[in-house]
């Protein structure tokens, strides 16, 4: 013979039902919680781990200079001077190192050739008085350079007239006129103009049509992070 079913009161059900939502609530706002604190820790390290990577991939040596190149972007460009672009193209041409020589003859922080110095320091015998080969010539030079061809140079904006001065800068400003009468589009550089070969090696268009793209595009935003000052296309 089977025992009687014992009836639990209604009171102690009622608390013990009670009880069993209660801590079914206290597990869901757990799991939440748990949920909402993930979400965020991702969150930032998405924010703080690309900034972290930025910083470290601008060389020590930047910081170094940066209050010769800020000065100096200043006296030629005025308050607004795009710096953290001059910085970049300073990065492109030799990663700030003062004593920087590539294999075709370009020497020092501003990669010049020895005959583009001698033209330059012509040109602004006074405002580029001095050797060269230091670095503070080099910054100085690079500046002038920059504003001279981008004076000589029309564009859809700001950003482009960069794009087109910096490859002037890099593969001589005779081509970049050459590329805007064969392009249907002269007044725009970027993955547009200065894609086009205007008659050079394919290896030398290829590094002449990076060259504003990395500046801009990639090496820019890091020196604006970086407290550089304002960019061409970054601000």
Same mark, same amino acid.
């Given at each position: 013979?089977?025992?009687?079913?014992? &009836?639990?009161?209604?009171?102690?059900?009622?608390? *013990?039902?009670?009880?069993?939502?209660?801590?079914?609530?206290?597990?869901?706002?757990?799991?939440?919680?748990?949920?909402? &604190?993930?979400?965020?820790?991702?969150?930032?390290?998405?924010l703080?781990?690309?900034? +972290?990577?930025?910083?470290?991939?601008?060389?020590?040596?930047?910081?170094?200079?940066?209050?010769?190149?800020?000065?100096?972007?200043?006296?030629?460009? +005025?308050?607004?001077?795009?710096?953290?672009? *001059?910085a970049?193209?300073?990065?492109?041409?030799?990663?700030?190192?003062?004593v920087a020589?590539?294999?075709?003859?370009?020497?020092?922080?501003?990669?010049?050739?020895?005959?583009?110095?001698?033209?330059?320091?012509?040109?602004?015998?006074?405002?580029?008085?001095?050797?060269?080969?230091?670095?503070?010539w080099?910054?100085?030079?690079?500046?002038?350079?920059?504003?001279?061809?981008?004076?000589?140079?029309?564009?859809?904006?700001?950003?482009?007239?960069?794009?087109?001065?910096?490859?002037?800068?890099?593969?001589?400003? +005779?081509?970049?006129?050459?590329?805007?009468?064969?392009?249907?589009?002269?007044?725009?550089?970027?993955?547009?103009?200065?894609e086009?070969?205007?008659?050079?090696?394919?290896?030398?268009?290829?590094e002449?049509?990076?060259?504003?793209?990395?500046?801009?595009l990639?090496?820019?935003?890091?020196?604006?992070?970086?407290?550089?000052?304002?960019?061409?296309?970054?601000?």
């Open positions: 013979m089977t025992e009687p079913l014992r &009836l639990i009161p209604v009171a102690i059900a009622d608390r *013990m039902v009670a009880l069993a939502r209660r801590e079914a609530g206290w597990r869901s706002a757990a799991i939440i919680l748990a949920g909402v &604190l993930l979400v965020l820790l991702a969150v930032g390290a998405l703080l781990w690309p900034a +972290g990577a930025r910083a470290q991939s601008i060389p020590p040596e930047a910081h170094q200079y940066k209050r010769d190149l800020i000065r100096a972007g200043r006296n030629v460009w +005025g308050m607004d001077a795009p710096t953290a672009t *001059m970049g193209q300073v990065h492109q041409e030799s990663r700030w190192r003062a020589s590539s294999p075709v003859g370009a020497v020092g922080i501003a990669q010049f050739m020895p005959s583009s110095a001698r033209w330059i320091q012509g040109v602004y015998p006074v405002e580029l008085a001095g050797d060269v080969l230091s670095a503070d080099g910054i100085r030079a690079l500046v002038r350079y920059d504003r001279h061809l981008w004076e000589r140079t029309s564009a859809l904006d700001n950003c482009e007239q960069w794009a087109f001065t910096l490859a002037s800068y890099n593969g001589g400003e +005779g081509w970049t006129r050459k590329r805007q009468r064969l392009s249907p589009t002269p007044m725009a550089c970027l993955y547009a103009t200065c086009i070969n205007p008659g050079i090696t394919p290896a030398n268009q290829r002449n049509a990076g060259y504003p793209k990395r500046i801009l990639t090496l820019e935003p890091l020196y604006v992070e970086a407290g550089f000052g304002p960019g061409a296309c970054t601000r």
